[in-house]
């Protein structure tokens, strides 16, 4: 598992610099919510990972919130799920790692893991920069495959403002 | 489907605060995310309610990680409002990421630096804890170091004037369980300093309430009576790191001689305020902390005086010798320095012998009848069954683990799959890089360089039993040293 020791080393080394461009890194968690994939319906669960789906509601891509990934703090480590695995909503299908704790990711809906995102096994920090983004070089988890069940699940989620709500609400205690 | 966990966040900022030792407990009734992560320690927490699907998760997820999250120290203030330690305000300025633990709200990190860049600018520069929310006992009379003696395995008789050690209090019953860790300081022959962890506040002051008055009424105590006080006005912070002497030197009085404080002293001296030739009342400097790094803990008698040196410290330093620091770093920071928290490396059931702590028992109180509770079951312990003793079945040891970080709760097994341990903390070094962590492990298996296997979410990852501290302490023990 050389990879994941590269993959600790590179992630202190992107910790120290982030001293140094420090305004760059925070502006990061400034962002609003909504800022990629603006084809794609985008959904959130109370447990903070979110879902676009397509146009055709047949695949998704998965991912943890910004506010989850800023709570976390740096990231040092993500499980990424297996691909081909079926799951239900609320399965454990990974987990993400900071030195002070780890957080299962639970799948947001009925679904077959189709991909997984290999470049979180080198840069895990991508999770902090770009959480919500599900593009190349983005901090997406996994594409997933809807079923039927995945699809009432989906609809069942929160959007991004409810979500926003959710958060404030839970920042406040 | 109901489902009623969050992200679950594991063995969460641990940190924690203690002269050398102190702690942090979990905070057992923490739901949601935010809390989970700001809250307290827990590990892998589960939540109040189980949905199906977690239970089906059990399956192939180590059933104790979540049983073991129940266990909670929460005679801890856990209903009581949370207290506020002098510098409540000022880590609020600082940008403070704010937790109840320990009965507090504690700051876990600081809006200027992250977890490990905080954990990093310890090791090579300074970081201010505020440590307020332990207790800090002043124990007097004339029998309070034998009434110390009864309590701990400590020789508070033979110890220094101005010298501490690390302790245990031990339970009454005679097991060796351990009732919590605590630094114990001689201020004079019948008096002294004892710091100890916020999360067993209620627990310890039960314990010890029960024991004065049974020390007090004993026949033949009249002239040996020992009474406590608990310093709840005063403040305590650390300082920590390589920069810790010379930043504060530039507040001793000059003809303080900081370079003769060596680890585990204390002295009584006032500070002076930089630029505004005012002295501050004596307060207590003891070097040590909870770092592994050079350092100091300072307690000061009254809550404004707290700030004012808070904010000289940080302003004869400069931001870029000194930073806060929160429970986050500290947690690392105490793992990478070998050192326990209790509640998780240590507990009711726990030994000294068990949890690697035999050294901290002075030889002369080895024996069976050395007068601590638990002195016969421990000097069983001492002598391994090779020679004739009990020995013990489990020992705290190091761990460094490949792949995933192994966190509290992880079982420790061997290649065939045979539990033989179990994790009780860990986190991804910042100072190494590598996944550190401590546990129990059967007798026999604790050597150093033994190969054994942590299970991660339900995946064998390679571990060897390792040698503690994981970074190598810098305590300054004098000039030859």
Redesign the interface.
């Known amino acids: 598992?050389a990879s994941?020791?590269r993959s600790?080393?590179l992630?202190?080394l992107s910790?120290?610099s982030?001293?140094i461009r420090a305004p760059a890194y925070r502006a990061v968690f400034i962002r609003p919510f909504s800022v990629t994939a603006s084809n794609a319906i985008r959904k959130y669960?109370?447990?903070?990972?979110w879902i676009d789906i397509s146009a055709d509601k047949k695949t998704g891509v998965v991912g943890?919130s910004e506010y989850?990934a800023k709570?976390?703090?740096?990231i040092?480590?993500v499980?990424l799920p297996e691909e081909g695995l079926e799951v239900?909503?609320?399965?454990?299908i990974g987990?993400v790692?900071?030195?002070?704790?780890?957080?299962?990711?639970?799948s947001p809906v009925a679904c077959k893991i189709t991909q997984v995102n290999l470049l979180l096994e080198e840069k895990p920090g991508t999770v902090n920069q770009v959480p919500e983004d599900d593009s190349h070089g983005g901090g997406w988890i996994a594409k997933v495959q809807l079923t039927e069940q995945g699809l009432k699940d989906f609809e069942a989620l929160m959007d991004a403002d409810a979500y926003a709500e959710f958060?404030a609400a839970?920042?406040d205690? | 489907?109901q489902?009623s966990?969050?992200?679950?966040?594991?063995?969460?900022?641990?940190?924690v605060c203690r002269s050398q030792t102190q702690t942090w407990t979990r905070n057992a009734a923490v739901r949601?995310?935010?809390?989970?992560?700001?809250a307290a320690p827990v590990v892998?927490q589960p939540k109040s309610s189980f949905?199906a699907?977690?239970v089906?998760?059990q399956a192939v997820?180590p059933t104790q990680i979540r049983t073991q999250a129940r266990r909670s120290y929460a005679s801890s203030s856990s209903n009581a409002p949370l207290q506020k330690t002098a510098l409540y305000d000022l880590h609020l300025r600082y940008g403070a990421k704010m937790v109840p633990f320990g009965g507090f709200h504690m700051p876990?990190?600081y809006s200027s630096?992250?977890?490990?860049?905080s954990?990093?600018f310890t090791r090579s520069h300074a970081s201010l804890f505020d440590v307020g929310h332990m207790v800090q006992r002043l124990f007097s009379g004339p029998g309070a170091a034998q009434f110390l003696e009864r309590i701990t395995p400590s020789a508070a008789s033979a110890l220094g004037e101005h010298r501490s050690t690390l302790s245990c209090i031990m339970h009454a019953d005679g097991s060796g369980g351990i009732v919590d860790d605590t630094i114990v300081t001689k201020l004079t022959a019948d008096k002294f300093y004892v710091v100890t962890n916020a999360a067993c506040r209620d627990k310890d002051n039960e314990y010890l309430r029960k024991e004065m008055a049974k020390w007090n009424a004993e026949p033949g105590h009249e002239s040996l009576q020992v009474k406590e006080e608990q310093l709840s006005e005063s403040g305590l912070i650390a300082l920590q790191g390589p920069e810790a002497a010379p930043i504060l030197s530039l507040l001793l009085p000059k003809d303080f001689n900081l370079r003769g404080l060596l680890f585990g002293h204390s002295a009584y001296t006032p500070l002076m305020l930089p630029g505004s030739n005012t002295q501050t009342s004596p307060v207590l400097i003891s070097r040590g902390g909870y770092t592994g790094e050079d350092g100091f803990e300072i307690s000061i008698p009254s809550p404004a005086e707290t700030v004012t040196i808070t904010e000289a410290i940080l302003s004869a330093g400069g931001p870029e010798k000194v930073q806060l620091a929160g429970l986050?770093a500290r947690?690392?920071l105490r793992l990478e320095a070998g050192m326990c928290l209790y509640g998780h490396d240590l507990d009711d059931t726990t030994t000294p012998v068990e949890g690697a702590l035999s050294w901290i028992i002075p030889k002369e109180r080895r024996g069976p009848d050395a007068g601590y509770y638990g002195a016969e079951k421990i000097a069983k312990q001492l002598v391994p069954k090779a020679k004739g003793g009990e020995g013990v079945e489990r020992r705290r040891v190091g761990l460094i683990v490949?792949?995933?970080?192994a966190?509290e709760g992880y079982p420790i097994v061997t290649a065939e799959g045979e539990k033989v341990g179990v994790v009780t903390s860990g986190?991804?070094s910042?100072s190494l890089?590598?996944?550190i962590a401590m546990g129990y492990i059967k007798e026999g298996l604790h050597k150093v360089g033994t190969e054994v296997q942590v299970v991660v979410?339900g995946k064998p990852?390679k571990a060897v039993v390792s040698k503690m501290p994981f970074v190598p302490n810098k305590y300054w023990r004098g000039e030859s040293a």
């Open positions: 598992m994941i020791a600790l080393r992630a202190r910790a120290v982030a001293t669960t109370k447990e903070h990972e943890i989850a709570t976390l703090g740096d040092v480590y499980e239900q909503a609320g399965d454990a987990a790692e900071s030195v002070k704790s780890a957080a299962d990711i639970y958060t839970e920042s205690h | 489907m489902r966990r969050s992200i679950a966040v594991a063995s969460a900022l641990r940190g949601r995310f935010i809390s989970t992560v700001v892998q949905s699907s977690v089906r998760q997820r876990v990190q630096l992250s977890v490990i860049q954990h990093l986050g947690d690392s490949e792949g995933a970080p966190r986190c991804p910042p890089g590598k996944n979410r990852k």
